[in-house]
């Protein structure tokens, strides 16, 4: 009942398998995280329907994840599905993030194959059939890579820095340019979703989790209707989580940070001592004129304070997600659902 699998949602990652061991009959299930994303869903709802049925894939079924939206998203979600029962809805207690609204869609889908896909209409839904005949072909994932990004210079930049530094320090072989947008096949879907971590990097887990997998060049088109939900900072946040959730190297690197500045310490510990003894034996000549050793000491101990800060802001990331795995709280809570 509806009333069970919110209960086993809620109570912990243990529980989130059970969801997913629902009868699979849909061919493929969309998963469409969204918050505040009333002027969109409507149009994406029928993209995708019409989508669907142009390409002989009635058998399908639309989870829209309301991820704690405040404007009208469970209304037009409630009409939708008494008009098609199809389309289905996860409202979440509260905003879990993009990735706790994700993780429910995984949690709810049904289908064989599980398609990704944003409530902003920026993923085209028509590119769906295309990528399950490429999977078709002998791969469990598709992941979409963006060919051509509608947004700044500055956040263009930042983007591909993050990819290039990710796939540089990752424990894992990561794709460059992927985004959430994509086919899964259930198996992928299992194994995702079987992941008990609270600082969940979809992008990452995906790629982890193995399988054979290919990319597909697409197009992201500009956002129809509203503002992006996913500001600056959000996007620093998910970038923290991929770089620190999939590698060690940033610890590593503070050693190797220690080792220059301890090599640096002592090679301007010895250019004084020999300036000194410069200095003594013949205190006219100009290679013994030492600098005054307030100005050094303040250099050496200026640096030794940013490396230290660092060093421990580095080692609190790693701390802080070890605390936030404990606590073992579940990874988003279900307040209503129409499935």
């Known amino acids: 009942s509806v009333s069970s699998q919110q209960k086993s949602v809620a109570s912990g990652s243990k529980s989130i398998m059970s969801v997913s061991e629902q009868p ?33 894939l009635a058998d399908f079924e639309v989870v829209v994840v309301d991820n704690g939206s405040w404007d009208n998203t469970d209304e037009i979600l409630r009409e939708l599905h ?5 389309i289905k809805m996860v409202q979440l207690s509260r905003n879990f993030g993009y990735q706790g609204g994700l993780t429910a869609g995984l949690c709810h889908a049904r289908g064989e194959w599980v398609a990704v896909l944003d409530g902003d209409q920026q993923d085209p839904p028509e590119l769906i059939p295309r990528m399950l005949e490429k999977a078709k072909t002998g791969y469990e994932v598709v992941y979409g890579v963006r060919s051509k990004r509608k947004e700044g210079l500055v956040r263009r930049f930042f983007y591909k820095a993050f990819y290039r530094l990710w796939k ?3 424990d894992i072989d990561v794709p460059v ?5 994509g086919l899964l096949h ?31 060049d697409y197009q992201r088109d500009a956002r129809h209707e509203g503002k992006s939900k996913f500001n600056f900072l959000g996007s620093v946040s998910l970038a923290m989580d991929g770089l620190f959730a999939y590698s060690i190297v940033p610890i590593r690197l503070m050693i190797v940070l220690g080792l220059i500045v301890t090599v640096v310490s002592v090679a301007i510990a010895v250019g004084n001592a020999l300036l000194w ?29 940013g490396m230290i800060l660092l060093c421990l802001g580095v080692i609190g990331e790693y701390v802080g997600r070890v605390f936030e795995e404990v606590k073992n709280r579940p990874l988003f809570v279900v307040r209503d659902t129409l499935l």
């Open 24 to 56: 699979r009959t849909p061919t493929i299930s969309f998963v469409v995280p969204a918050y505040n994303e009333s002027p969109n869903i409507r149009p994406l709802v029928n993209r995708i329907t019409v989508t669907c049925e142009q390409n002989g």
């Open 82 to 86: 008494g008009n098609d029962g199809r």
């Open 168 to 170: 540089l320090t990752a």
């Open 177 to 181: 340019d992927a985004s959430e947008f």
């Open 186 to 216: 259930r198996k992928v879907v299992d194994v995702i979703t079987a992941m008990p971590e609270r600082q969940r990097f979809n992008r990452g887990l995906r790629a982890w989790s193995g399988f054979r997998q290919t990319g597909f």
């Open 277 to 305: 003894v410069v200095n003594i034996f013949s205190p006219t000549n100009p290679l013994g004129s030492m600098a005054r050793g307030l100005t050094q000491i303040n250099l050496v101990f200026s640096i030794l304070f």
